[in-house]
């Protein structure tokens, strides 16, 4: 009797502990994971009254990044830069698709994040917060805090490359 007690033991705490792992992993694929990485913000002059913001993003799952907001302005909108027919446009998107495991860069020459209405001058050196708001494809949001610093363009720009002068 106590050999079969044991097998019905074992096999009940085997369902329990299959459930378990179950769970823990349906559990830990709803808890998808956003990285950004170089978050940075374009310096201004006084008075500018708006500003960029860019960034390169990472979805562990299909997601889209739907809205950004800051501190440091009144509106804050998603833009993207294209061109049609020669002429180079800018423009509020919905948007942007942040494929599975694949990194979206947010450029000056892209998808970017304008700031707009400043509160005030945004200086070389100062942490700029960002809140952005992305949603994977099952509808699940979440919300992501950033602090970028800010840097002049000619900073963020990658001077260290040979321009084939000199030797």
Not at 57 to 83: C, F, N, R, W, Y
């Amino acid at each position: 009797m106590t050999g079969l007690f044991s097998s019905v033991v074992s096999h009940s705490a085997l369902r329990r502990f299959l459930a378990v792992s179950l769970l823990a992993g349906v559990s830990a694929s709803a808890m998808a994971q956003t990285k950004v990485d170089d978050a940075w913000v374009r310096t201004t002059v006084p008075g500018q009254p708006s500003s960029g913001a860019f960034m390169r993003i990472t979805a562990d799952t299909d997601s889209k990044l739907l809205s950004v907001g800051s501190p440091v302005a009144s509106d804050v909108q998603i833009h993207e830069m294209s061109m049609t027919n020669d002429v180079m446009r800018m423009g509020p998107v919905d948007s942007v698709a942040l494929p599975a495991g694949k990194t979206v860069s947010l450029d000056p020459d892209g998808y970017h994040v304008m700031l707009m209405g400043l509160k005030g001058q945004i200086k070389d050196g100062d942490q700029v917060p960002l809140t952005l708001t992305v949603e994977n494809d099952k509808g699940v949001r979440e919300t992501l805090h950033v602090t970028a610093p800010a840097r002049s363009m000619k900073a963020s720009m990658d001077m260290g490359h040979d321009h084939g002068a000199g030797s």
